[in-house]
């Protein structure tokens, strides 16, 4: 029975009547039963992915486009994502999308459409990162002559790991962590940008340490097969690495994009341990004939130095010859001295008697002197008496009276009267107060620091002739000792024998020996 079936003659338009959701639900149901499983060959057009994470395409050839849909978990599986341009082959089934009445592809599966698709979507790749300056020289880092520690991105299971620890064993042997990871699939690209990742996050001094090198390597296989070390995320993390890296991916004539990022390119991985490390035997021969000519050009330098130095001690004098002029001038001056030293005395005894400074010129001078004091003092009782009369006339011609020095006086009281009244009792008496405890501090530190206080505990002070003795052999030199104690002073005899006891007497100024 026909879905649509045309009205017959006659019926007057009595045909069923479909909804609109009917229809799509038709036409669904069509289209899913008759496309279930689909590949499709055509051209990527516009790519947009939203931020769910749903991709959304068009194939296109050139007379008709066909709207295509990835959804999340569909596109994280996509072994080849989606580029416009590319030509490809999708897989998936048909379905229809109501609310826009529209059909379209759900995408499982893309694959380049051939090995000439892979290559110039590959070269598009290329062209676009190396615009980013991903590719640039001045940007690769020089590879560490001895690494410590190597870290190495493969998988564990292949001949390649062991391809690069024996060579490295046989080369020199180093520490190497190896970071497994699948090498060809869809999570492969995924991994290896992780085992970059990780190796770079790692901290120097950490309890795992951080690798000074890096090595990504693989085997050979086709262009497919290697594809995951074509991906973008690896190409930006091998560029990000601050860990030096050195490529080994594929053979020699296999070039991947990582090649291009990396500080280094090997044709092998077997050929990257050897990049890594020296041969620890050609090292060693290299010391030992470093240290050879080492040891012989410094023995080669002593030698001509003493050479040389032989040769400017023949140039130089004996010390002897060199003292010889000295000591013949030192022994003429010491012959002369005697006589400069007569000459001298002479001289200047000859330039003393002809000093005008002579006996009778001075005596004469203080005659002279005497005279002119004595005249002087002649004169001065009468000069005395007249400036004595002089000073009279003057006192008298103030008109100094008792009247008017009691008005002055009287006048100065009531201004002493008027200050006080206004001084306050207690501005006068702080400061008072203050210099008497003053006073009194100084009182109790002069107490504490005289001698007196010593005196009184037992101590005594000693003189002899007048001074101080501090010692036995001044008291027993001394003709008279002194010694006083808290309460007066004794005389004594020398030798210390007592002879008469005195009167207390004040203090001397000075203090004395305390015994």
């Known amino acids: 029975m026909d879905l649509f079936e045309d009205d017959a003659p006659g019926t007057g338009g009595n045909a069923h009547e479909f909804t609109v959701s009917e229809i799509s639900g038709a036409v669904k149901k069509t289209i899913e039963g008759e496309f279930g ?6 051209e990527v057009g516009r790519v947009t992915i939203a931020r769910t994470g749903h991709m959304y ?16 978990g569909q596109v994280a599986k996509l072994t080849h994502r989606p580029e416009e341009g590319m030509e490809v082959i999708a897989t998936g089934r048909m379905t229809t999308f ?16 051939g090995a000439g698709a892979l290559m110039a979507m590959l070269e598009k790749r290329r062209q676009a990162l190396a615009a980013e300056g991903l590719f640039d020289e001045g940007r690769k880092r020089p590879i560490p002559y001895l690494p410590e520690i190597i870290g190495v991105v493969t998988s564990p299971t292949g001949a390649v790991i062991r391809d690069i620890l024996h060579r490295l064993r046989d080369r020199f042997p180093r520490k190497v962590l190896v970071w497994p990871v699948a090498v060809q699939g869809k999570s492969s690209a995924a991994q290896v940008a992780a085992a970059i990742r990780g190796f770079n996050a790692m901290s120097p001094g950490g309890a ?8 990504v390597a693989r085997g050979g296989g086709s262009i497919e097969d290697l594809w995951g070390f074509n991906e973008e995320i690896v190409v930006r993390a091998a560029a ?62 002593i030698d001509r130095r003493a050479e040389r130095l032989r040769d400017l001690s023949r140039a130089l004098p004996r010390p002897e010859a060199l003292l010889m002029g000295p000591a013949q001038r030192l022994d003429a001056l010491d012959t002369r001295l005697p006589g400069a030293l007569r000459a001298a005395i002479a001289r200047k005894r000859i330039e003393l ?26 004169r001065l009782p009468g000069a005395h008496r007249a400036g004595l009369a002089q000073k009279r006339i003057r006192l008298q011609g103030l008109r100094l009276s008792p009247e008017a020095l009691g008005r002055s006086i009287a006048q100065e009281r009531r201004g002493l009267h008027q200050i006080a009244a206004r001084l306050r009792p207690d501005l006068v008496q702080a ?68 002879k008469r006891a005195a009167k207390p007497a004040a203090p001397p100024p000075e203090q004395g020996t305390l015994l």
């Open 57 to 72: 395409f068009d194939l296109k050839d050139d007379r008709s486009v066909l709207a295509s849909v990835s959804w999340k």
């Open 240 to 301: 990000e690495s601050a860990i030096p890296l050195i490529s080994a991916v594929g053979h020699e004539t296999d070039t991947t994009l990582i090649d291009h990022a990396s500080d280094r390119r090997a044709p092998t991985p077997t050929a990257a341990a050897e990049i890594a490390v020296p041969v620890r035997a050609e090292l060693l021969a290299d010391l030992a004939q470093l240290g050879a000519r080492l040891e012989q050009t410094l023995h080669g330098g």
């Open 431 to 498: 400061p008072l107060a203050q210099q008497r405890d003053r006073l009194a501090a100084l009182a109790r530190l002069l107490d504490t620091l005289s001698y007196k206080s010593t005196l009184a505990r037992g101590y005594a002070v000693v003189r002899g002739d007048g001074q101080v003795v501090t010692d036995l052999a001044a008291a027993q030199a001394a003709t008279t000792l002194e010694i006083e104690f808290r309460d007066g002073r004794m005389q004594a005899g020398a030798g210390g024998r007592p």
């Open 98 to 113: 109501g609310p826009q009445s529209r059909y379209q592809l759900n995408v499982e599966e893309v694959v380049p459409a």
């Open 208 to 215: 795992l340490p951080r690798p000074d090198l890096l090595i």
């Open 37 to 42: 499983h689909v590949r499709v060959r055509g």
């Open 353 to 378: 008697s002809d000093h005008p400074l002579r006996p009778g010129l001075a005596i004469r001078a203080v005659e002279r002197a005497r005279d002119r004091l004595g005249a002087v003092a002649g």
